[in-house]
């Protein structure tokens, strides 16, 4: 039976990562490929659910001719409305990026990209989120050909698989040609080392406000982490839950005496 597959993304519908993405799911034999992202760049967002005002979504050509819909919510919001009902079809699979840096280790909670792949699992769909290596001081334009080629393969291998439920797939590209890129690993999530500064100005008034400035963050490249994966020229594959409970920590919590006075 043909799958229906969302594609979305946390740069905006006009992003060529989100093009690249939709001409890998078009590549894929018997699905059909509906496309819904935001109006504009939400990177960094996190999970958003938006409540406070009403979403609009406006339907728009992509640079290959493809019909797309664009909304002005964030990520989650475009999933939450797909999955919802605004294609009147079940979505099976949903799939976002292609981001152009890495989302590696504690980053996946700081994502539009990957919390876009949560928010789907919020109803009960498989999802995958899609990230390129590129360094940070890449000038021009990203060649998205060998992430394509790789978002493609990791799909059909996925929906030839049944997914574990409540599991999302948080898939790191290097950012080299495809012929350099030694494979797959299935990893965890790994160490970033974020190198943030707080930036204090002053403004025109007198009035002191702030940056989050600093530095890109670096990770430690550790053997079967996602950041290890990456570095050594891997695919890095982790699956990740939205458990985030810390259960080595009940036993210890539950001898502190909370109850007594
Ligand atoms: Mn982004």
């Given at each position: 039976?043909?799958?229906?597959?969302?594609?979305?993304?946390?740069?905006?519908?006009?992003?060529?990562?989100?093009?690249?993405?939709?001409?890998?799911?078009?590549?894929?034999?018997?699905?059909?490929?509906?496309?819904?992202?935001?109006?504009?760049?939400?990177?960094?967002?996190?999970?958003?659910?938006?409540?406070?005002?009403?979403?609009?979504?406006?339907?728009?050509?992509?640079?290959?001719?493809?019909?797309?819909?664009?909304?002005?919510?964030?990520?989650?919001?475009?999933?939450?409305?797909?999955?919802?009902?605004?294609?009147?079809?079940?979505?099976?699979?949903?799939v976002?990026?292609?981001?152009?840096?890495?989302n590696?280790?504690?980053?996946?909670?700081?994502?539009?990209?990957?919390?876009?792949?949560?928010?789907?699992?919020?109803?009960?769909?498989?999802?995958?989120?899609?990230?390129?290596?590129?360094?940070?001081?890449?000038?021009?334009?990203?060649?998205?050909?060998?992430?394509?080629?790789?978002?493609?393969?990791?799909?059909?291998?996925?929906?030839?698989?049944?997914?574990?439920v409540?599991?999302?797939?948080?898939?790191?590209?290097?950012?080299?040609?495809?012929?350099?890129?030694?494979g797959?690993?299935?990893?965890?999530?790994?160490?970033?080392?974020?190198?943030?500064?707080?930036?204090?100005?002053?403004?025109?008034?007198?009035?002191?406000?702030?940056?989050i400035?600093?530095?890109?963050?670096?990770?430690?490249?550790?053997?079967?982490?996602?950041?290890?994966?990456?570095?050594?020229?891997?695919v890095?594959?982790?699956?990740?839950?939205?458990?985030?409970?810390?259960?080595?920590?009940?036993?210890?919590?539950?001898?502190?005496?909370?109850?007594?006075?």
């Amino acid at each position: 039976m043909s799958k229906h597959i969302l594609v979305t993304n946390d740069d905006g519908v006009t992003a060529p990562g989100l093009l690249a993405l939709v001409q890998a799911m078009q590549a894929i034999p018997d699905t059909r490929v509906s496309i819904l992202a935001p109006d504009r760049n939400w990177s960094g967002s996190g999970h958003v659910k938006t409540l406070d005002r009403p979403l609009r979504i406006k339907e728009v050509v992509l640079a290959d001719g493809s019909t797309a819909f664009a909304s002005d919510g964030a990520p989650s919001d475009c999933v939450a409305l797909a999955l919802l009902g605004f294609f009147e079809e079940k979505i099976d699979l949903v799939v976002s990026g292609i981001n152009p840096m890495a989302n590696l280790g504690h980053d996946v909670t700081y994502s539009g990209t990957v919390t876009a792949a949560m928010e789907a699992l919020i109803w009960e769909t498989p999802g995958i989120a899609f990230s390129l290596g590129s360094l940070e001081n890449h000038l021009g334009a990203l060649d998205y050909t060998s992430a394509s080629a790789i978002a493609c393969r990791v799909v059909e291998t996925s929906l030839a698989h049944r997914f574990t439920v409540g599991m999302l797939l948080n898939v790191n590209i290097p950012y080299l040609p495809a012929d350099q890129i030694k494979g797959f690993h299935i990893t965890r999530q790994g160490l970033r080392v974020y190198r943030d500064r707080l930036d204090k100005r002053v403004d025109p008034r007198g009035r002191p406000y702030y940056w989050i400035g600093g530095d890109s963050p670096t990770g430690t490249p550790e053997e079967g982490t996602d950041v290890g994966a990456l570095s050594a020229g891997y695919v890095s594959i982790t699956p990740i839950q939205l458990d985030l409970t810390m259960y080595t920590s009940i036993p210890t919590l539950g001898d502190w005496g909370w109850e007594n006075k």
